[in-house]
Nanobody, 120 residues
Framework: VQLLESGGDSVQPGGSLRLSCVAS????????MTWVRQAPGKGLEWVSS????????WYEDSAKGRFAISRDNAKNTVYLQMSSLKSEDTALYFC??????????????RGQGTQVNVSS
């Protein structure tokens, strides 16, 4: 059972990145999926969630209009397309099972993270 994130990088403000998270060892299509992040010296912050088939999505206020979550159940992958990146988006980004209200519950899975650095 594993979630493996990738796509993190160092970019300038205003740039874009697409994060990917590949799931293995469980029935991906049966799970809501979520992206969370942890900025240096801060706790985990929920960013976005998506339902089983991608019909419903949710975003933290600062991500609305800039980030887009999507999934491909045939590839067991969830994505986070990030644009108009700001320095405050600098963080370690994790994908997790679960939705906006339960991603941090015991039993939900979380990956090891991928680092995003936004600076000039």
């Amino acid at each position: 059972v594993q979630l493996l994130e990738s796509g993190g990088d160092s970019v300038q403000p205003g740039g874009s990145l697409r994060l990917s998270c590949v799931a293995s060892g469980f029935t991906f299509r049966k799970y809501y999926m979520t992206w969370v992040r942890q900025a240096p010296g801060k706790g985990l912050e929920w960013v976005s969630s998506i339902d089983y088939d991608g019909r419903r999505t949710w975003y933290e206020d600062s991500a609305k209009g800039r980030f887009a979550i999507s999934r491909d159940n045939a590839k067991n992958t969830v994505y986070l397309q990030m644009s108009s990146l700001k320095s405050e988006d600098t963080a370690l980004y994790f994908c997790a099972t679960g939705g906006p209200n339960n991603w941090n519950n015991p039993g939900e899975l979380r990956g090891q993270g991928t680092q995003v650095n936004v600076s000039s």
